[in-house]
């Protein structure tokens, strides 16, 4: 979605040269710095490597003599502890545990996703030697019943998430179910094959933690078989397109001519929205009932709360755009943040330079001093630098939860499509009711006509009622499916709507506190200085 | 010690002064005012003098004065006081400005935005500031010319100087003559550097150099976070406006929330801006100011070596005329009578040249120890208002951010 991933280890990797340059007074280890003292001869010591000409960033090996304080971690963890969020980056924060917050507060279902492995595939294919794929270990922690133990592991593959989120949607219609990550098959080809594992193996883990922290789906029988079997993965795999496209051809005709099945239909497949393949009579039907319905056709006895569902969804839509363009802002935002913590970086490097080159060459006791008043500036700048940084890890994390909630708003659309397509299944058996009754009607008419009947008339409209019948039965089941789909529907919302209060209302103290906490540790960095350098206020002006 | 003072009054006492009023002179640059149009528009200010020095017509004189003007008093005073370093000008610096420059020669409309005016102006005051506390300077005509001068004159004056014509027909002949012998050595493989190499003098000379490339390096990353500063600003109004517009979605306690963010991002956003400006005027401009005096010393250096140059060229062709004369005397040539009187006008334009020589090296020994004090307190300075801007702004920030935080909580209970 957003690559914030991208930009946290860009901020690390840059971590380098501030890190290392050695700064005197707060450095918790108090150990005495030669920097500390600019007219000792073993300044030259830790400069000795900075290279004469500059370029945008100065690539310079500072002697790395220790790690700073991380004020964040210090100050603010207790904020990240009030988070109900899960942790998106496992891999930089390992002290901060990982609760997928639980709705009681016993329960817990914790997963991790580590140490992908390259794997062959035994093919029964004519290609020798098979394909290579790759494994992820996922590793679980509960104390649910449901499970059979509370510490396993198992491999999977990424087409078994596919699998799991397949059935998923199939079992869950209604249901916001966090969305699995992207397929991306081109980008595999392109980045650097550890990078893409590693952000393949992030992704995964975090869409396991967000099922994980759903109510209902943690607790579904999909998620429990694709954490704890062994093995291969026993969930039925959705049969492809291609396979489906030829079953449905060889059922196709028999659907059309209404043979056999007499276009029966079975009572479980209409608990499912039509697919591909088989399905394509069914396709068409809905399809030109869908049409029908557009163009103010027949209206459907089914009773639709229309207006208070399309208000929903309105405003539900409403929210998205304008969360999508907060989202782009906030990454805007981090850009500036970024940006500005770097050139005060590269600018207190500059008067270190410079500093040292004012001591080497003292000639006047004024240089000595301007040498003095230069390092104290340099020093607070690359401190100031230090905690921009911070800042914008922590900003990062905090906003990152915008973008979360984007995913959810998909999952939100899904979850409503479910809705409608029930529906549309409904309302295509009604027709189908109500054409099969004005059949029947007609043969019945004609047939009473002829004194005893007509043989084969009297015959085909029993196979009419027939089909009625089954008919009937399929539209009960449809009825149910979509009467139950709205239910869920409905309870996800009210779940939804809670905790999008709660999250976001964290997220902007979150915000909040960040933002002033960091503020006030710089305020105090160049207090310092100032009334270090007050004493030239009172000359000039 | 000199307590130099940067702006406002350039006030001087002088302890020897024994009347009841001592003597001063006090100068101020201020109201821009755009006149004219088109290509030939440019700004004019008003040069405010106050003074009790006899020199001087009167107590209090206003004169307007453009930049040009400026330039030529300081092309002047680079002229007569060799060895001194003479305050420099704003924008004939190229570190740091080449943005500024481009900007400047595509634009109109900035050259004339009203901070780029504000800067040139406090520059300006500045710079006759400086030239009226130095002990040499101030005593100059020309900066008598420039303060109390009416329009016509100085527009004449200014013209002269920068007309083509410029150079005295003497001046003209001599560099004709530097020419022609530059030419004749390095034709004939006689070239050599005429520099002076006292260690002391190369030490100062190397310091000058690279400073001003550590100076510049410095000013351009400090002009750069100006410009962050600004971006920042932006990139939080406009976070501040989407936010706003989320909080319209929901009329409850989340939508209020919201919208009380946005509005205090928008206000940090105003903090943010009125700080880069600050940066601007206060620390980044007093940077650039450092590098171009920098370049001035740079000038001086080469006036020096010119002069240096001159004196070591006739100290040899007074050499030669000495093996002509004593020649012409062994011969009892009737050139002898000429050449003793060339000979005299060489010694005599010889010394001249020495003394000379003299003066800069002694002018500018003192030059660069009160430049050192100079710059010490003017980044003493700088630094100063650089930490209390930063200082200023985060407090603002943090105080702002915290106000918000009861009414959160009282969203959320």
Known sequence: ?541 | MNTMQRSGSGSLQSPRSSSSQAPFLSVSVTDPAKMGNGVQAYISYKVITKTNLPEYQGNEKIVIRRYSDFVWLHDRLFEKYKGIFIPPLPEKSTVGHFEIIIIYLLAEKFRFSAEFIEMRRQALDVFVNRIASHHELRQSDDLRIFLQADEQTMDRARFQETGIFKKKPADLIQIFKDVQSKVSDVVLGKEKPVEESTPEYEKMKNYIFELEDHLAEAQKHAYRLVKRHRELGESLSEFGKAVKLLGTCDDDALGKAFSELGAKAEIISIKLQKEAHHLLMNFEEPLKDYVRAVQSIKATIAERATAFKKQCELAETIKFKEIDLNKYRLTRSEKLAEAEREYEMLKAEGEETSRRFDTIVRLMNEEIARFQEQKTSDMGLAFHEFAKGQARLSNGIADAWRSLLPKLEAHSS
Do not use: C
């Open chain 1, 1 to 541: 979605m957003m690559g914030y991933e991208n930009q946290e280890s860009h901020l690390y990797a840059s971590k380098e040269e501030m890190e290392s340059l050695v700064l005197d007074d707060d450095s918790p280890n108090g150990t005495a710095h030669p920097f500390s003292d600019p007219l000792s001869s073993s300044s030259s010591l830790p400069f000795a490597e900075i290279p004469t000409d500059q370029s945008q960033t100065p690539n310079s090996s500072f002697n790395s003599i220790l790690e700073p304080p991380s004020y964040a971690e210090a100050i603010f963890r207790s904020f990240d502890a009030d988070h109900s969020s899960p942790q998106l980056n496992g891999a930089h924060d390992h002290s901060i545990a990982s609760p997928s917050s639980p709705p009681s507060s016993d329960d817990f279902l914790t997963i991790t996703v580590s140490d992908p492995q390259k794997e062959q595939e035994l093919s029964n294919s004519l290609v020798p030697g098979g394909t290579a794929y790759v494994t992820y270990l996922i590793t679980t922690r509960t104390n649910l019943p449901e499970f059979d133990g509370t510490e396993f592991s198992v491999r999977r593959r990424f087409r078994d998430v596919v699998t799991l989120s397949d059935r998923l949607a199939e079992s869950y219609r209604g249901f916001f179910i966090p969305l699995r990550p992207d397929k991306s098959v081109v980008e595999s080809q392109v980045m650097q094959k550890q990078e893409f594992l590693e952000q393949r193996r992030a992704a995964l883990e975090k869409y396991l933690r967000r099922l994980a922290a759903h109510p209902v789906i943690r607790r579904s029988e999909e998620l429990r078989m694709f954490l704890e079997a062994n093995g291969k993965l026993p969930l039925v795999r959705t049969t492809d397109v291609a396979s489906r496209m030829l079953d449905g051809a060889v059922q196709l005709p028999k659907q059309i001519f209404g043979e056999t099945a007499g276009g029966m239909v079975d009572a479980n497949e209409v608990a499912q929205p039509a697919k591909g393949g088989r399905d394509l009579l069914r396709i068409f039907r809905e399809l030109k009932q869908s049409v029908s319905n557009d163009w103010g056709g027949v209206k459907p006895p089914v009773v639709e709360e229309d207006k208070e569902l399309v208000e929903k969804k309105q405003k539900l839509h409403d929210f998205e755009q304008q969360l999508s363009n907060v989202s782009q802002q906030a990454e805007a935002l981090v850009k500036a943040q970024q940006d500005i913590g770097e050139t005060m970086g590269q600018m207190g490097l500059a008067f270190v330079k410079l500093t040292k080159f004012e001591t080497e060459r003292a000639v006047y006791d004024s240089q000595r001093t301007r040498a003095a008043d230069m390092k104290n500036v340099a020093t607070a700048s690359v401190k100031a630098s230090r905690l921009y940084r911070e800042l914008n890890a922590q900003t990062v994390k905090h906003l990152d939860k915008l973008h979360e909630y984007l995913g959810v708003m998909l999952a939100v659309n899904n979850a409503f499509s479910d809705r409608s397509s029930a529906l549309l299944t409904v309302q295509t058996l009604l027709s189908e009711l109500s054409s099969l009754n004005s059949r029947i009607e007609k043969l019945e008419a004609a047939a009473s006509k002829i004194f005893g009947g007509d043989r084969s008339r009297i015959r085909k409209i029993e196979e009419l009622k027939e089909t009625h019948r089954v008919t009937e039965d399929a539209k009960s089941s449809a009825v149910k499916e979509y009467e139950r789909i709205k239910e869920n529907n409905k309870n996800e919302l009210e779940r939804f709507e809670k905790e999008r209060h709660d999250d976001f209302l964290g997220m902007l103290r979150g915000f909040i506190v960040n933002q002033a906490g960091y503020a006030e540790k710089m305020a105090n960095v160049w207090k310092t200085v100032a009334e270090e350098t007050s004493g030239y206020a009172k000359h000039g002006s």
